[in-house]
């Protein structure tokens, strides 16, 4: 059962956190590499960026294409500093390819728009049709808990697609798996590969995964966007993917002011009601609101634990700071829940219902009919009413709850 020893005493995550590891000081391993990256000298930077231009001129002396490189993009800030870097300061022509899931906060569609006019860029986008994308909806938050898996998948397979079709070898991707984990070392140099989308991004799914369901029929046909090129088609291109982040010292924080200022990228204007930044996810309404309420159903900490832990790596926040974010943000049951409820017709108690069967039986526990955890800041709480009955949860972990 998770207690006050299973959390970072650096930043604020928790040992079950994905692909998190605590050391015997019980520090993250998030924080671990983050120190090794702050320990990075200029001298090394500007080695690295060397290594960049040289990898850059290489492939760029093999492409024989209409595009230098290919940049997959939301138009969230990541994507502004990603397309800075490479149209603005290196002077290359490249192709910018979104994966539109349909659900774009006002200010991700001005952002995204705008970026092929201010970056004189060609821009793509692909998006399932809306009826499709209702269905995989209802079907990953069935299966797996995650209403957007569509989009993790289309993030990291249209791209690809598009540079196999229009025969682009570089890929550029924003930031390293470090900032999310800790799960590679500064001098790793990790590419994006088949087997990372996989694995991480669609935890082990794959499009033909959602075919044959009843209620939600799907075909081959309409999954023509999740279908990943195979081996053959990616190596007659010599397609690679590389990341910003193991070349150039990432830093959201600063690229948002960056892309603010010199490109007039807006933030959200109202506040979002589970995490307290504004700059983040503003493609996709739910990934900051439900989306991440699933991810503190299931694993009893949510996106204000992720920020506050970024922040107070970066030194931008205190960790009693990061205390206060995750207190004030990270249970809270946002509005865009019903907003998503009217989107694919399901009652809220259905919701629950198929919610409550993801819980972490590390974290979560039963009592008086309601769901309790232990908190980071000390003691245990009560975080909603239990709509899953204990014997059926039982049944759904295939386990007695701990």
Same mark, same amino acid.
């Given at each position: 059962?998770?207690?006050?020893?299973?959390?970072?005493?650096?930043?604020?995550?928790?040992?079950?956190?994905?692909?998190?590891?605590?050391?015997?000081?019980?520090?993250?391993?998030?924080?671990?590499?983050?120190?090794?990256? $702050?320990?990075?000298?200029?001298?090394?930077?500007?080695?690295?960026?060397?290594?960049?231009?040289?990898?850059?001129?290489?492939?760029?002396?093999?492409?024989?294409?209409?595009?230098?490189?290919?940049?997959?993009?939301?138009?969230?800030?990541?994507?502004?500093?990603?397309?800075?870097?490479?149209?603005?300061?290196?002077?290359?022509?490249?192709?910018?390819?979104?994966?539109?899931?349909?659900?774009?906060?006002?200010?991700?569609?001005?952002?995204?728009?705008?970026?092929?006019?201010?970056?004189?860029?060609?821009?793509?986008?692909?998006? !399932?049709?809306?009826?499709?994308?209702?269905?995989?909806?209802?079907?990953?938050?069935?299966?797996?808990?995650?209403?957007?898996?569509?989009?993790?998948?289309?993030?990291?397979?249209?791209?690809?697609?598009?540079?196999?079709?229009?025969?682009?070898?570089?890929?550029?991707?924003?930031?390293?798996?470090?900032?999310?984990?800790?799960?590679?070392?500064?001098?790793?140099?990790?590419?994006?590969?088949?087997?990372?989308?996989?694995?991480?991004?669609?935890?082990?799914?794959?499009?033909?995964?959602?075919?044959?369901?009843?209620?939600? !029929?799907?075909?081959?046909?309409?999954?023509?966007?999740?279908?990943?090129?195979?081996?053959?088609?990616?190596?007659?291109?010599?397609?690679?993917?590389?990341?910003?982040?193991?070349?150039?010292?990432?830093?959201?924080?600063?690229?948002?002011?960056?892309?603010?200022?010199?490109?007039?990228?807006?933030?959200?204007?109202?506040?979002?009601?589970?995490?307290?930044?504004?700059?983040?996810?503003?493609?996709?309404?739910?990934?900051?609101?439900?989306?991440?309420?699933?991810?503190?159903?299931?694993?009893?900490?949510?996106?204000?634990?992720?920020?506050?832990?970024?922040?107070?790596?970066?030194?931008?926040?205190?960790?009693?700071?990061?205390? $206060?974010?995750?207190?004030?943000?990270?249970?809270?049951?946002?509005?865009?829940?019903?907003?998503?409820?009217?989107?694919?017709?399901?009652?809220?108690?259905?919701?629950?219902?198929?919610?409550?069967?993801?819980?972490?039986?590390?974290?979560?526990?039963?009592?008086?009919?309601?769901?309790?955890?232990?908190?980071?800041?000390?003691?245990?709480?009560?975080?909603?009413?239990?709509?899953?009955?204990?014997?059926?949860?039982?049944?759904?972990?295939?386990?007695?709850?701990?």
């Amino acid at each position: 059962m998770v207690n006050e020893a299973n959390y970072c005493k650096v930043c604020v995550a928790p040992a079950h956190a994905v692909n998190m590891t605590l050391d015997e000081d019980n520090v993250c391993s998030a924080c671990r590499v983050a120190e090794q990256f $702050e320990q990075l000298s200029d001298d090394h930077w500007a080695r690295r960026k060397k290594r960049f231009e040289r990898l850059v001129e290489s492939i760029k002396s093999q492409n024989e294409g209409d595009y230098d490189c290919l940049i997959p993009v939301s138009g969230g800030k990541d994507s502004y500093y990603q397309i800075h870097k490479m149209a603005t300061e290196y002077g290359l022509k490249p192709l910018l390819v979104t994966y539109h899931g349909n659900n774009y906060l006002p200010e991700g569609d001005y952002n995204r728009d705008r970026m092929r006019h201010v970056f004189d860029a060609d821009h793509l986008m692909v998006g !399932p049709s809306v009826s499709v994308l209702k269905k995989m909806n209802r079907l990953g938050f069935k299966m797996m808990g995650d209403m957007n898996w569509h989009a993790h998948c289309g993030i990291f397979t249209v791209p690809i697609q598009v540079a196999v079709r229009y025969k682009i070898p570089l890929i550029i991707w924003g930031e390293t798996a470090w900032d999310i984990s800790g799960m590679y070392d500064p001098d790793d140099f990790v590419e994006f590969s088949a087997q990372m989308r996989h694995d991480n991004a669609l935890r082990g799914y794959e499009w033909y995964d959602f075919l044959d369901d009843e209620q939600d !029929p799907l075909s081959s046909k309409d999954l023509n966007w999740a279908k990943y090129p195979s081996d053959e088609e990616i190596l007659e291109v010599g397609v690679r993917g590389i990341y910003v982040g193991n070349f150039f010292k990432w830093d959201p924080n600063a690229h948002t002011q960056l892309v603010k200022d010199q490109y007039g990228w807006k933030e959200k204007e109202e506040p979002f009601e589970r995490t307290y930044r504004k700059m983040s996810n503003l493609d996709d309404r739910y990934e900051n609101g439900i989306h991440d309420l699933l991810k503190f159903v299931k694993f009893g900490y949510g996106r204000a634990t992720d920020h506050a832990s970024k922040d107070i790596r970066t030194g931008y926040m205190t960790r009693d700071e990061g205390i $206060e974010m995750v207190r004030k943000y990270d249970h809270v049951v946002s509005s865009d829940l019903y907003y998503w409820l009217d989107y694919v017709d399901m009652t809220e108690d259905e919701f629950w219902r198929i919610a409550d069967g993801f819980r972490d039986p590390r974290v979560w526990w039963i009592e008086d009919g309601q769901w309790h955890k232990y908190n980071l800041w000390g003691g245990s709480s009560a975080y909603g009413k239990v709509y899953l009955p204990e014997s059926e949860w039982a049944k759904y972990l295939r386990e007695e709850p701990a």
